[in-house]
């Protein structure tokens, strides 16, 4: 998709009218993610209060990263344009606020340390049966392994905080700046 989005005069679009007033004549020169941009809403300010870190952030970044999805379909409908999504699957990212991209951040990191979780479980059930089995050598090499992913672990957990960090001070950012309400 261009960045801007020309309309010729012969298109039908360029002409539309509803009544005498031109419909949407600012799509001649703005590009696309601008027009976006100055559509969108972002989500009302919202805090949870009594639970960890990672519940919050699953609870919060999520409905920021929902809301960026909803709220870019509306636009989409009112300015009458549309994006293909197998051609272009992240076309919601355009127009995008920082801190909902900062919450986007926060879930994908959230998702390495699920999996690394995950992963330290397993070596944690195998050490175990292996210790159980009189197997050493083995056991030897799994706790070099699970050495290994806790470091690995601990290392996903310091860029979730980053991360978290990052978004809070984005969402502080837009939370601070007037937002134009919807007529």
Same mark, same amino acid.
């Given at each position: 998709?261009?960045?801007?989005? $020309?309309?010729?005069?012969?298109?039908?679009? @360029?002409?539309?009218?509803?009544?005498?007033?031109?419909?949407?004549?600012?799509?001649?020169?703005? $590009?696309?993610?601008?027009?976006?941009?100055?559509?969108?809403?972002?989500?009302?300010?919202?805090?949870?209060?009594?639970?960890?870190?990672? &519940?919050?952030?699953?609870?919060?970044?999520?409905?920021?990263?929902?809301?960026? @999805?909803?709220?870019?379909?509306?636009?989409?409908?009112?300015?009458?344009?549309?994006?293909?999504?197998?051609?272009? $699957?992240?076309?919601?990212?355009?127009?995008?606020?920082?801190?909902?991209?900062?919450?986007?951040?926060?879930?994908?990191?959230?998702?390495?340390?699920?999996?690394?979780?995950?992963?330290?479980?397993?070596?944690?059930?195998?050490?175990?049966?292996?210790?159980?089995?009189?197997?050493?050598?083995?056991?030897?090499?799994?706790?070099?392994?699970?050495? &290994?992913?806790?470091?690995?672990?601990?290392?996903?957990?310091?860029?979730?905080?980053?991360?978290?960090?990052?978004?809070?001070? &984005?969402?502080?950012?837009?939370?601070?700046? $007037?937002?134009?309400?919807?007529?």
């Amino acid at each position: 998709m261009p960045d801007t989005l $020309p309309t010729p005069a012969s298109w039908p679009s @360029a002409t539309a009218t509803r009544g005498d007033v031109p419909i949407r004549s600012d799509l001649e020169v703005a $590009p696309i993610w601008e027009l976006i941009r100055r559509e969108r809403r972002p989500l009302p300010p919202h805090d949870l209060h009594g639970c960890n870190a990672r &519940a919050w952030s699953l609870a919060v970044c999520g409905a920021e990263v929902k809301h960026r @999805a909803a709220d870019f379909r509306r636009v989409e409908r009112e300015l009458g344009i549309g994006f293909d999504r197998f051609d272009n $699957p992240d076309a919601e990212h355009q127009g995008q606020f920082d801190h909902e991209a900062r919450a986007g951040e926060v879930l994908s990191i959230q998702n390495h340390l699920i999996t690394a979780d995950g992963y330290i479980a397993t070596l944690i059930r195998t050490l175990r049966k292996q210790r159980e089995a009189n197997w050493h050598r083995h056991a030897a090499s799994t706790t070099g392994d699970l050495r &290994a992913e806790l470091h690995r672990r601990r290392t996903i957990w310091r860029q979730f905080l980053a991360a978290l960090e990052r978004y809070k001070a &984005a969402r502080r950012e837009i939370d601070r700046v $007037p937002v134009r309400e919807a007529a």
